[in-house]
């Protein structure tokens, strides 16, 4: 299949030309100016159009807190165990929320799905396509271990009785956690490397969970809003030698600065929303531009079912009204939130080898009132305009 006479916007290098793209097997094969030297019926002309890679919202509770529904839905926190990293999000998605098809209309073709904020660590966060019948044939992989620092552990477990209560217990449990599997990873390599000499550690669940991030297969994802937690969050990660990324970050603008010197990546967002609670008081729109203006790696995030996923490239266009370049704001939900991800190799780019995930506009995806013409998940379309 060919996609020709279109306005490509690859979010590569040379990012905007006129050309086509060409399809098989749901994998980009060429991407090239101009027109091909023959098209056949099956092509698809798009007249002029706007080409995009497909949007990625790159941190959600999508599926894992259902649409319209209370406890019956949502399986986003387990509040039984302030420390859970056995848990997978894959293991609570439901793909027939609606929100799914919503999230497809306007052109979202990826999502980072999480395990919610109560817990210290929450358990395993999945990227999957929004396209599909079992989350099994959705998923793209395992990207990340989910932990939280500041206002929502302690909410949670103080009205528990429990701990964590404060933002020194939960930090607290969040290195426990990591060096008991640290040890255990290392009795396991004494093991492999002596089998004859060494016994290896009893089974560890939790243990075996944290093992892919230590080795660095896949990153850490704190929640963090206010500008010290993330600073709790950096000192951690150091500390266990983790790759990370700070999730929310609606405070971070207050250090720009410093973040950028540190090179630190943040998924912003919700942004399209009140203050609601006190860890948010510094949400302003400007905070993104802020935060790029000093180095910072940015993508947009909805935070779904906080801010319905739809809304994802209308969060972008906010950004832009605070300051944030256009490209900047586009890169934030296609490119750039790959890279952060780790997953680039997939998505987020109009580039040989990565998936058929594209989204078709008439005019500019950060204006409201303009929908996809049609949206391509691994070379298939998957919606429509009308």
Known sequence: MIIYNAEIYSMTKDMHFYG????????????????PVAVSKSDIDAAGGLLFPGFIDAHTHLGIIENGIDFEGDDCNEISDPFTPQLRAIDGINPYDRCFIEARQQGITSVMVSPGSANACGGEILLMKTSGRCVDEMAVRPCGMKFALGENPKSVYSDREETPVTRMATAALIREGLQKAKLYSERLQRFEEHPDEEEPPEYDMKCEALLPLLNGTIKAHFHCHRADDICTAVRIAKEFGLDFVIIHGTGAHLAADLFGEWGISIILGPVLC?????????????????????????????????????????????????????????????????????????????????????????????????????????????????
């Open 20 to 35: 086509y793209v060409e399809i098989h097997n749901g994998k980009i094969i060429a991407v090239e100016q101009g027109r």
């Open 274 to 386: 009140d203050r609601c609670k006190p860890e948010m008081k510094d949400l302003e729109l400007s905070g993104a531009a802020r935060l790029y203006e000093k180095g910072v790696h940015i993508a947009v995030c909805t935070d779904h079912p906080e801010i319905p996923i739809q809304y994802l490239p209308l969060s972008a266009a906010l950004l832009v009204k605070g300051g944030l370049p256009r490209e900047a704001a586009l890169r934030a939900i296609t490119s750039e939130a790959a890279d952060i991800l780790g997953v680039s190799d997939r998505i987020g780019r109009i580039a040989v080898g990565l998936d058929a995930d594209l989204v078709l506009f008439r005019d500019d995806p950060l204006n409201i009132m303009n929908d996809p013409v049609f949206v391509m998940i691994n070379g298939q379309i998957v919606a429509r305009a009308g």
